[in-house]
C-alpha cells in the first residue's frame, strides 16, 4: 500500500491557462527538492484549456485534475477539491500565485503546537504587501468587513480572504463535508464554521502581491456576495452545535 502524501495543495482556477503551468512548476521546484511528499489538485472550471493544461505535466508532477466546462464558483471547487485530497495536512491556494509556496515555511510549524487551521493573512504581524491593489478594492474590503464582521461574528481573524489556508486532514474534511457556499464567501463560511466547532485557528502574515485580477465585477459581484454571507448568517451552518474536538 502507498504512503499517503504528507501535504495536498488544491489549487482553484478559472480561465488560467496562460499561468498554471508556470504556477505548478514553482510549487514543484519548491517542494521537491525539499524532501516533501506532495500532491497538486488543480479544480478547474471552464473551456479555456487550462484543465488541459495543468495535465499536460502529469508526466512530471503529481497532478490530479478535476472540474466541469461551466463555471460553478470558487467555492465549489474548493470543497471538492479538499475532500479529495489524501494528505496529512491539506491546503489551498490561488492559481494567480498571490502568496508564493516558500510562505508555507510560516504555516506548517503552527500545526506541530496543536493548530487546527492555519491561514495566511495580509493584516497579521509579519505580513508584507510588496503590490497593493487598486484603491477602489482596497476600500471595497473596508467596507466588507465592516459589513461581514458583525454580521458573522469573525471580529478575531483580521483577513478573512487570503486565498492560503491549510488544515489537518481530518479538520478539513468536517468543515469541507459542511460547507455549502460555492462563491468567494467559501473562506468566510469555512472560518465561520471553524470557530463554531472549537477548532483551533492560528494567522499568520505572509507575502502577498495583487496581480490586477479584474475579473470579480464590483456590483453584481458584491450583492452575490451579501447574499451568501446572508445564507451563512441565518442559513444551515448557523445550527451547527459548538463541540470541541480536542481535549
Not at 104 to 124: C, H, M, N, Q, T
Amino acid at each position: 500500500m502507498s504512503t499517503l502524501p504528507r501535504l495536498s495543495l488544491v489549487i482553484p482556477a478559472y480561465n488560467e491557462s496562460a499561468t498554471i503551468q508556470r504556477t505548478l512548476r514553482a510549487i514543484g521546484d519548491y517542494l521537491a527538492p525539499r524532501g516533501c511528499d506532495f500532491e497538486l489538485i488543480v479544480s478547474a472550471d471552464g473551456t479555456d484549456g487550462t484543465r488541459e493544461a495543468a495535465s499536460a505535466l502529469a508526466s512530471e508532477l503529481p497532478v490530479t485534475v478535476m472540474g466541469a466546462p461551466e463555471r460553478r464558483g470558487k467555492g465549489r471547487g474548493v470543497r471538492e477539491g479538499m475532500l479529495a485530497a489524501t494528505g496529512k495536512i491539506v491546503g489551498f491556494l490561488d492559481a494567480d500565485y498571490k502568496v508564493a509556496i516558500d510562505e508555507i515555511e510560516k504555516i506548517l510549524p503552527w500545526f506541530d503546537e496543536g493548530f487546527d487551521v492555519v491561514i495566511g493573512s495580509r493584516a497579521a504581524t509579519g505580513a508584507e504587501i510588496r503590490v497593493r491593489q487598486p484603491w477602489y478594492r482596497r476600500i471595497g474590503s473596508k467596507v466588507f468587513a465592516m459589513i461581514m464582521r458583525p454580521l458573522i461574528g469573525l471580529h478575531g481573524i483580521a483577513d478573512t480572504q487570503c486565498g492560503f489556508k491549510f488544515f489537518r486532514a481530518e479538520v478539513a474534511r468536517d468543515l469541507f463535508s459542511r460547507q455549502r457556499i460555492d462563491g468567494y464567501m467559501f473562506d468566510v463560511e469555512i472560518l465561520s464554521l471553524a470557530l463554531r466547532l472549537n477548532y483551533q485557528v492560528k494567522e499568520i502574515g505572509v507575502r502577498w502581491q495583487d496581480d490586477g485580477d479584474t475579473r470579480l465585477r464590483l456590483v453584481s459581484g458584491n450583492w452575490r456576495n451579501l447574499k451568501d454571507l446572508l445564507r451563512i448568517r441565518f442559513g444551515g451552518s448557523r445550527s451547527v452545535r459548538c463541540v470541541a474536538h480536542r481535549p
